[in-house]
């Protein structure tokens, strides 16, 4: 994972860049450490982010699509070409991105998540 961009001083949105390969735990747990919403129902999810992307993974309660959250991502189409897309690229649907029938590869993906004022699941500090 690259770490997070925020979006400018007046935008609530965070920006957080993660490598296909990057196990989706780290990333939900990363962002809820951060404070940031979105895939915090994804917790306990196995995989990858790219399988992730590629099957729209999906939690039913409450109800949240990993795509709800993808920006933008690089991918590898089947020619050998590398290109960033848009979220709108994938047409996510249930269970569902368009690279199961394009063939293409996600190299990284950004995703878009809301700051969360005042709530940190992370280590508690103290004050001395």
């Known amino acids: 994972m690259y770490g997070r961009r925020e979006a400018g001083r007046s935008s609530r949105k965070v920006f957080v860049e993660a490598d296909s390969g990057v196990n989706i735990n780290t990333l939900v747990r990363f962002t809820i450490e951060e404070g940031l919403g979105g895939l915090e129902m994804h917790l306990g999810l196995p995989g990858t982010v790219g399988g992730a992307v590629y099957m729209n993974a ?4 409450p109800e949240g699509y990993l795509g709800d959250t993808v920006y933008k991502a690089e991918i590898v189409t089947p020619g050998g070409e ?4 848009p979220k709108s690229y994938f ?4 269970d569902y991105s368009c690279i199961q029938k394009t063939k293409d590869i996600v190299i990284s993906v950004t ?8 709530i940190r699941c992370g280590p508690q500090q103290t004050k001395a």
Do not use: P, S, T
Request: proline share 0%.
């Open 58 to 61: 999906k939690w039913i309660h």
């Open 111 to 118: 995703f878009a998540f809301n700051k969360r004022i005042g």
């Open 91 to 94: 047409r996510f649907a249930y």
């Open 82 to 85: 590398v290109k960033a897309v």
